[in-house]
C-alpha cells in the first residue's frame, strides 16, 4: 500500500510541475521514435504477404504485450485469458506452433511446445516487428505452416544521452514502469531498457456461473443471486531487462549484442466455477528466460555477408498446491521444464544487378532440454533430449521488368537424423498501375513443421514415429496506395485471399492406456480472406485523422478422417477460430491533444470440435471491445512530458474470451512519460 | 482531391457511416444469466445418468440423463435446470434418498439435486479434489479426494463437513466399497493399496497393498474385493497390470490375474447380483467372479475407438458402455444387452466418465 501511495504522489507531483510550468511552455518537438515509411518496391519483398508493425501501434501503450499489438494491429487471432496470462496467435486459423517467432534472428518458439507466448513480449521492447502470412513465412523460418513473425531490435538515432521514462498506474492496483537509457557518440551506440510490471490483477465481476441461494428457516431454497467476485489468483510481477550494443565500425563492419532476461512469476487465474477458495487451491508459473543474440554484419560492393550466434535458456515452473488437511497449502503437482539454446547463422546476399538478387544463409539450432513432472510427490514422467536443427535457405529475386517481380526459395531442414522435405516456395508480383500503386501478388509454397521435443519424447505419452506436418499455402493479394506526404491525405489499402491445406496435423490424443499421445492425424483446411486499410488526413495546421483497420474471414476446417461413425467433427470450423475478426484504431490529433480510440472485434467461437450449439456454454459469444485514450503533450524546460489517461472496456462489458475465464470489466489507467532532453 | 470533395466526403461520412460506426462499436457481447428450464422427471421410469467430465480447465463438465424405457435423454440438465454450468470435471454421481450427489472434481464442491426438478437443494464446499461420494448412514457419508490426504466426513442432512479421516502418507483416495462396518478405499495416483476405514470411528485401520496404482474396485457376492491393478506409476507399461481378488473378512489377496505387457485392465464393474465383472482392456471384458482365468473373448471387441468407461444396470444386467469419440465434443452411450448385442445408443455430454442408475420409485 505504501508502495501504491508513493506512486500516486509521485504521479500527482509530476502532473502539478507539469501544470506550473505551463506558462513557460515553448514550441517544441516531442521525440519520437521515427516511424518508417517504404514506398519503394524492395526486391527482397517480391510477392510477399507481409504486415509491418509501425513504431507507432508498437508504442501504443506501456501495458502492451505484442500479444495486444497484433490484435490490434492484424488479422491475427491472439487467444488470450486476460492480462499477464498465456496469449497464443492463430495465424489464418493455424495453431499456434505454426507461426514461428524471431527475436534478431534467433528462434523465440520453445523447443518443447513449439509454441511462443506473446504475453511474454513487452511491445516496448521490440523496435521492428514484421508479420509474414503463409508461404512468406519461408523467408524467414522453416514450419510456419500459418505464418512468421519477426521481431528486432534497434540501435538509438541520436547521439549523446537520451533517457525515456514511463510510469502507469491502472486498476487492480496495476503498475507498470519502462525505463530507456540509451547512448550514442560517434560508431558506438549503447541502450538499457528495462520493464516492471505487477498487478493484484483481482478485479470485480459479477458471476453467472454461480448463484448463491437464500434459504428459509426450513432450510428450503428460496431464491438466489448471482456473486460478485473478484479474479482469483492473477496476481503477477513482470520483470524485463534489455541490454544492447551497437557499433559500426571505420572498416565497414557492423556489430550488434542484445541481452534479455525475464524473471515472471504469475498467477493461474481460478475458473469462475472453481469453488474453492485461494487458500485451498492455488496454481502459479514460474519463468527465468535469458536470451543473447550477437551478430555482424558488412556490405561489400554488391554483396552483403552476416553472421549471427546466440543463446537462450529458459526455466519455466507450474506448481498446483492445495490444502493437505493441515490448513496450509502444500505443492502436490510440479512440472518443471528446462531448454538451453545455442544458435548459429551465417547469411549473404548478392546484388547481381539491381534486378537480381541472390540470397542464402545456413542456420543451426541446438537444443538441450530436460523436463520433469511430479504429483504427489512422485515422477510422473521426465526426459532429458539434445537435438540439433539445422536449416538451409536459398532464394532468387528477380525483376525482369520494371513492373514484374519473381522469386523463388528453396529451404531444407534437418531436425536430429530427419530430413524435412524440401520446401519450395514462389512469388510474383506485378505493377498494375502506378498512380495508385496498385501491386498484385501472389505465392504459393509446400511447408513443413517438424515435431517439437515434447511431441517425440515426453514422459509418458510421447510418440517418435511422428512425421512433420505438411502444408500446400497459395496467396494472392493486391495492394494500393494513394496520397501521400505531398498531399494532405494518404489511403493505402491491401485485400489478399488464401488456401492452405495442411495434413499430418499432429493433435494429442488419449490412448487405452489412460494417458494422452500425439499422433498424425487431423487434415485441416484453411482459406479466408484480409482486408487491411489505412487512412490519414492532416486539415490544417493543427488537426490530423488518422484510421487504421483490418478485417479477416478465417475458415479454418477439420477435413480429417473421422475418429468413428460418431465423430461429428468433420467439416466443422476448428475450436477458439472464430470465422469474423476486424480491428480499428482511430487517432485524432490537436496540437498537444491525442485521442485514440480503438475497436476490436471477434465472432463467436466454438468450444467444441462438432460446433455444438445446444447451450450458451457451448459457445463463446461475439467479441467487441472498445477502448480509448487521451493524451497530452507537454515540454518543458528541461524534458518532454506526457499524460494519458486511457479507458478499457469502455462500455464495461461482462465477458469470457475463454470459457469459464471471467474478464475485467471498465478499467483505467494513468500514464506519465518524461523524456529530459539530450545533453 | 478539391477541399469541397473532402467536405462532401466528411458530411457523408457523419451522416451515412457514423451511425452504422456507432452500433458497431456498442453492441454488447451476449453474455450473462442463462435461463432455467423447469423438469418433472417422472420417478416411476427407471433412470440413468451419466456424468459427462468435460475437458480439463473448461468448466464445461455435464450431466445426461437417460430413460431406458422410452430411449429418450436429456443432456446438459443440470445447466439446463439450474442456469448455472456443472462445473470443472465432474467426476462421479451418487443417488440417495431422492437426491443426487454429483461431485464436482476440479471444482472443488458437490452439488445436492433433487431427483424429479433436477435443481440445486444443497453442497459441499470446502473439498480439495473430491473425488466420490459414499453413504455410511443417513447422517454420515465420506467424500475421497485426489490429493487431500484426507477423507472428509459429510452430514448430508445439512450439507456440512463434520470432521475428516487422515489417511497418512496415502494422499490419494478414489472410489469406495463397503463391507459391513468396514469401507474399503483404493489409493489410486502414486500409491499402491487399499485402506480399510471403521465407519464406528471414522479412522483407517488398516491397509493392503496390491501393487502400482489401484484404479477401480467392486465387492462381489461372496464378500471379495475385486480392483484393477494398472502396474506402474508413470503411465501403463513398466510393471504387469493385473486384476486382483481380495478376501475382505481377512484383507489379503487372494488371487492375481496378470494381463500382457502393455495391457491395461480399467472401468471395473459388477451386475446386480454381484456374479459377473466387467472391464475395458481395449475391448470390453466379461468374467464370473469364480472364474480362474482372465476371458478370452470379449463381450464388445475393440472396433478402432477408446471406450472410456463403462456401467452395469444392477437390475436389467445392461451394460452401458461410453466412447468419448475425439474428447473434444458430444460422447457417445453404447446400452448392450449382458452378451454384449447392441440394443441402444445414445449422445451424452463431452467425455461421458460415469453412470449411476436409478430404479423406479414403486
Same mark, same amino acid.
Do not use: M
Given at each position: 500500500m505504501c508502495g501504491m501511495t508513493r506512486r500516486i504522489i509521485l504521479l500527482a507531483g509530476c502532473l502539478l510541475a507539469g501544470f506550473s510550468v505551463r506558462a513557460q511552455l515553448q514550441e517544441r518537438n516531442i521525440v519520437i521514435d521515427s516511424v518508417r515509411v517504404t514506398a519503394r518496391r524492395v526486391l527482397k519483398d517480391i510477392g510477399t504477404q507481409k504486415s509491418a508493425l509501425d513504431t507507432v501501434a508498437l508504442r501504443e501503450s506501456v501495458t502492451n504485450s505484442l500479444a495486444e499489438v497484433l490484435s490490434q494491429n492484424s488479422p491475427v487471432f491472439i487467444k488470450s485469458y486476460g492480462r499477464a496470462t498465456l496469449a497464443t496467435a492463430s495465424v489464418r486459423g493455424t495453431a499456434p506452433s505454426h507461426t514461428q517467432v524471431t527475436w534478431n534472428g534467433m528462434k523465440l518458439n520453445s523447443p518443447m511446445l513449439g509454441m511462443v507466448d506473446f504475453s511474454m513480449i513487452p511491445s516496448y521492447f521490440i523496435d521492428d516487428a514484421n508479420l509474414y502470412y503463409g508461404a512468406s513465412s519461408v523467408n524467414v523460418a522453416g514450419g510456419g505452416l500459418g505464418g512468421a513473425v519477426a521481431l528486432g531490435t534497434r540501435a538509438a538515432d541520436a547521439e549523446g544521452f537520451a533517457l525515456r521514462y514511463v510510469q502507469g498506474v491502472s486498476s487492480y492496483t496495476t503498475f507498470d514502469e519502462f525505463l530507456r537509457l540509451s547512448y550514442g557518440k560517434g560508431r558506438w551506440r549503447a541502450a538499457t531498457r528495462a520493464y516492471y510490471a505487477s498487478s493484484k490483477n483481482d478485479f470485480h465481476y459479477t458471476n453467472y456461473r454461480k448463484k448463491v441461494f437464500d434459504t428459509n428457516q426450513q432450510g428450503n431454497i428460496v431464491g438466489y443471486s448471482y456473486p460478485r467476485e473478484r479474479n482469483r489468483n492473477g496476481s503477477f510481477n513482470d520483470l524485463h531487462l534489455l541490454q544492447e550494443f551497437y557499433l559500426n565500425s571505420a572498416s565497414g563492419n557492423r556489430w550488434n549484442l542484445a541481452a534479455w532476461y525475464i524473471a515472471s512469476r504469475r498467477g493461474v487465474p481460478m475458473l469462475n466455477v472453481d469453488y474453492r477458495d485461494e487458500s485451498e487451491s492455488r496454481n502459479r508459473q514460474r519463468e527465468n528466460t535469458l536470451r543473447v543474440a550477437g551478430g555482424w554484419e558488412r556490405s561489400i560492393s554488391r554483396l552483403k555477408l552476416a553472421v549471427r550466434a546466440g543463446y537462450s535458456y529458459t526455466d519455466l515452473v507450474y506448481t498446483y498446491a492445495g490444502d493437505a488437511g493441515n490448513g496450509t497449502l502444500t505443492e502436490m503437482i510440479r512440472s518443471e521444464s528446462r531448454a538451453h539454446t545455442a544458435f548459429a547463422r551465417a547469411e549473404a546476399e548478392y546484388y547481381f544487378t539491381d534486378r537480381l538478387l541472390l540470397m542464402a544463409n545456413l542456420s543451426a539450432d541446438q537444443s538441450v532440454v530436460s523436463s520433469i513432472d511430479r504429483a504427489a510427490g512422485h515422477t510422473t514422467g521426465d526426459y532429458d533430449k539434445a537435438r540439433v536443427e539445422y536449416s538451409g535457405f536459398l532464394s532468387v529475386k528477380y525483376r525482369p521488368a520494371e513492373r514484374l517481380g519473381l522469386a523463388l526459395s528453396l529451404r531444407e531442414e534437418r531436425y536430429g537424423y530427419d530430413w524435412t522435405p524440401l520446401v519450395p516456395a514462389a512469388f510474383a508480383d506485378y505493377l498494375l498501375s502506378r498512380r495508385g500503386r496498385v501491386v498484385v501478388k501472389a505465392s504459393v509454397s509446400r511447408n513443413f513443421r517438424y515435431p517439437t521435443l515434447n511431441d517425440l519424447y515426453f514422459e509418458p505419452g510421447g510418440n517418435d514415429t511422428l512425421r512433420p506436418e505438411r502444408g500446400l499455402v497459395c496467396d494472392f493479394g493486391t495492394e494500393f496506395a494513394l496520397g501521400g506526404e505531398h498531399r494532405r491525405w494518404s489511403l493505402r489499402g491491401e485485400v489478399s485471399a488464401y488456401d492452405s491445406r495442411i495434413s499430418d496435423w499432429i493433435v494429442w490424443l488419449p490412448t487405452f492406456k489412460g494417458f494422452w499421445s500425439p499422433v498424425n492425424v487431423r487434415k485441416v483446411y484453411s482459406y479466408g480472406a484480409e482486408f487491411k486499410g489505412e487512412f490519414s488526413l492532416r486539415a490544417g495546421r493543427d488537426w490530423r485523422l488518422s484510421l487504421r483497420g483490418n478485417y479477416a474471414i478465417t475458415h479454418s476446417v477439420n477435413r480429417g478422417d473421422p475418429v468413428n461413425w460418431a465423430d461429428e467433427a468433420i467439416g466443422k470450423q476448428l475450436v477458439y477460430i472464430p470465422v469474423y475478426s476486424a480491428a480499428c484504431t482511430g487517432r485524432l490529433d490537436w496540437r498537444r491533444w491525442s485521442l485514440v480510440y480503438k475497436w476490436n472485434y471477434y465472432s463467436r467461437r466454438y468450444t467444441t470440435s462438432s460446433n455444438e450449439t445446444a447451450t450458451r456454454f457451448d459457445v463463446l459469444g461475439a467479441y467487441y471491445m472498445n477502448d480509448v485514450s487521451l493524451e497530452r503533450r507537454f515540454a518543458v524546460r528541461w524534458a518532454d512530458l506526457s499524460l494519458k489517461f486511457s479507458v478499457n472496456n469502455l462500455f464495461d462489458e461482462e465477458y469470457e474470451s475463454v470459457l469459464s475465464r471471467p474478464m475485467a470489466g471498465r478499467n483505467f489507467g494513468f500514464f506519465l512519460e518524461i523524456a529530459p532532453h539530450r545533453k | 482531391m478539391s477541399q469541397r470533395e473532402m467536405l462532401m466526403s466528411v458530411r457523408s461520412f457523419f451522416r451515412y457511416w457514423m451511425p452504422l460506426l456507432v452500433l458497431a462499436l456498442t453492441s454488447c457481447m451476449d453474455y450473462g444469466p442463462a435461463e432455467e428450464e423447469v423438469f418433472d422427471v417422472p420417478r416411476n421410469e427407471p433412470l440413468v445418468f451419466v456424468v459427462c467430465e468435460g475437458n480439463f480447465q473448461y468448466g464445461n463438465a455435464s450431466l445426461s440423463l437417460y430413460n431406458p424405457d422410452s430411449r429418450r435423454v436429456e443432456n446438459n440438465v443440470f445447466a439446463r435446470a439450474n442456469g448455472i454450468p456443472l462445473g470443472d470435471v465432474a467426476q462421479s454421481i451418487t443417488v440417495r434418498d431422492g437426491k443426487g450427489y454429483v461431485v464436482v472434481n476440479k471444482s472443488g464442491i458437490v452439488f445436492v439435486i433433487d431427483l424429479r426438478s433436477l435443481k440445486i437443494t444443497g453442497s459441499i464446499p470446502g473439498l480439495v479434489s473430491p473425488r466420490y461420494i459414499h453413504f455410511v448412514n443417513d447422517a454420515k457419508a465420506y467424500v475421497t479426494d485426489l490429493y487431500a490426504g484426507r477423507i472428509a466426513v459429510v452430514n448430508p442432512g445439512t450439507c456440512r463437513i463434520t470432521g475428516y479421516i487422515s489417511t497418512g502418507e496415502h494422499k490419494s483416495t478414489e472410489r469406495m466399497v463397503a463391507w459391513g462396518d468396514y469401507v474399503f478405499t483404493n489409493c489410486w495416483s502414486y500409491d499402491d493399496c487399499i485402506l480399510v476405514i471403521d465407519t464406528r470411528t471414522d479412522t483407517v485401520v488398516g491397509e493392503i497393498t496390491v501393487g502400482a496404482q489401484p484404479s477401480s474396485m467392486v465387492l462381489d457376492r461372496n464378500g471379495k474385493l475385486w480392483c484393477t491393478v =494398472? @502396474? @506402474?506409476?508413470? @503411465?501403463? @507399461? =513398466?510393471g504387469t497390470a493385473s486384476l486382483v481378488k481380495i478376501d475382505a473378512a481377512t484383507r489379503t489377496v487372494e488371487r492375481r490375474f496378470d494381463f500382457a505387457v502393455g495391457e491395461l485392465p480399467r472401468s471395473l464393474a459388477i451386475d446386480g447380483a454381484g456374479g459377473r465383472l466387467y472391464f475395458i482392456n481395449r475391448s470390453v471384458w466379461s468374467m464370473p467372479v469364480d472364474a480362474t482365468g482372465l476371458p478370452t473373448d470379449p463381450v464388445l471387441p475393440y472396433r478402432g475407438t477408446l471406450y472410456y468407461t463403462l456401467g452395469v444396470d444392477p437390475v436389467g444386467g445392461e451394460l452401458y458402455v461410453a466412447d468419448a469419440v475425439d474428447y473434444m465434443q458430444a460422447g457417445v452411450v453404447y446400452r448392450l444387452t449382458p452378451g454384449g448385442e447392441t440394443l441402444d445408443s445414445f449422445r451424452c455430454g463431452i467425455t461421458p466418465g460415469g453412470f449411476c442408475f436409478v430404479e423406479p420409485e414403486i
Open positions: - | =494398472e @502396474g @506402474g506409476y508413470g @503411465g501403463a @507399461g =513398466e
